[in-house]
């Protein structure tokens, strides 16, 4: 018997080979991604990576999956750091701040803590942007400044787009709460999660669509082909149907919530696994899908971007890949360093006007490094 070794989560894992073949390609490893949770991790060389991070911190790991490529990771760092786009970029963040602050005005942990009357006034007041509105929006987030108000009528038809999103958004919203708190309550399903997830996206001009708009992908592990639909993809059409993301929703919110006492997140601080706010089934079956999405990256095979939507909690998820990952575990044959490393965010609460910001320049420069990809 011949041992070979690979590593994996920072050690190494012996592997034995008898015969010339693998015992990789016997791993017990179920064909639907769906069934997955986090202990194919280990299985597939995959490293979590310790701690949480900010979204823009996770998302600004995307170098890393352009490490191959040199000359194009170069070219895409200038444009998206350019003095050129800086100036009108921060205006449109501050825009987005302020629509996620002052035109969707609630700040609430869950969805059935919302008073419905609050929600319906909203989505009535964004139905129509009178001129008075639009006046006063453009001089908050221009901060006065003149000529960004007189001059920028790009920005200020995005005014109008994003209010139209925001009823949008609302809208989705409120059909769930009539839904949640009826007199005859009913619960609600991951789809709805998913559309609600997917119209606040859009808001940023985020490119998704999701189940059942989205076809079944597939890869192979030791000669077995695994089957996944994600939930929903960020996708461009126009670039052969390449992905930026793909998500995965749960209809359950995570079992953390800034609310608990220091003592349980102190419990959460101290336990193995450092992204506690993520449920182990939701890491696996959010791994299957990434991976399955992999070769159809905007980036090629060497990364790929998440998100993990539990109820109205985001985590924005970075995915790195060796150039021959794929083959990897299609054979068995790792190298003697980390085949890939994931990386996770805090949550976000799409619900909370913190969440909410703390997502915008994500969101918005997601939009423009696909532009750029």
Not at 331 to 347: I, L, Q, W
Request: hydrophobic share 35%.
């Amino acid at each position: 018997m011949q041992v070979t070794f690979r590593r994996t989560g920072g050690n190494l894992m012996k592997m034995s080979t008898v015969g010339g073949e693998n015992h990789f390609l016997n791993l017990q490893i179920s064909q639907e991604t769906s069934d997955w949770n986090d202990q194919v991790f280990s299985k597939l060389s995959v490293e979590m990576m310790p701690g949480v991070s900010t979204p823009y911190v996770v998302f600004s790991s995307f170098p890393d999956f352009l490490e191959n490529q040199r000359h194009r990771r170069s070219k895409i760092i200038a444009m998206m750091n350019g003095d050129e786009s800086l100036g009108e970029r921060k205006v449109v963040v501050d825009c987005y701040k302020y629509a996620m602050e002052h035109i969707i005005d609630i700040d609430y942990e869950y969805i059935d803590h919302i008073p419905v009357y609050r929600v319906e006034k909203l989505y009535e007041s964004t139905k129509t942007l009178d001129k008075t509105s639009m006046k006063n929006w453009i001089r908050h987030f221009a901060n006065n400044d003149l000529h960004v108000m007189s001059g920028s009528k790009r920005i200020k038809e995005r005014c109008k787009r994003v209010n139209q999103w925001v009823n949008d958004f609302l809208w989705q919203l409120l059909y769930m709460m009539n839904k949640k708190q009826s007199t005859d309550p009913e619960e609600l399903s991951e789809g709805m999660f998913q559309e609600l997830f997917l119209r606040f996206a859009k808001l940023f001009e985020l490119k998704l669509v999701g189940t059942p708009n989205v076809g079944r992908y597939s890869f192979d592990i030791g000669g077995k082909e695994i089957s996944s639909v994600p939930d929903a993809v960020v996708i461009d059409p126009g670039k052969q149907n390449s992905v930026l993301a793909a998500v995965k929703v749960s209809k359950c919110y995570s079992k953390w919530n800034v609310l608990e006492t220091h003592t349980k997140l102190r419990k959460v601080s101290e336990s193995h696994d450092p992204v506690e706010h993520v449920d182990c089934e939701l890491k696996g079956q959010h791994l299957g899908g990434m991976l399955s999405v992999l070769c159809d990256s905007l980036f090629g095979p060497t990364g790929i971007f998440g998100f993990i939507v539990q109820a109205t909690e985001v985590t924005i998820v970075a995915f790195a890949t060796s150039e021959n990952y794929l083959e990897c575990i299609k054979t068995g044959n790792f190298p003697e360093r980390d085949s890939a490393t994931v990386r996770y965010s805090e949550k976000c609460n799409i619900l909370t006007k913190k969440g909410r910001c703390e997502l915008v320049r994500t969101f918005l420069d997601m939009v423009d490094l696909m532009e750029y990809l």
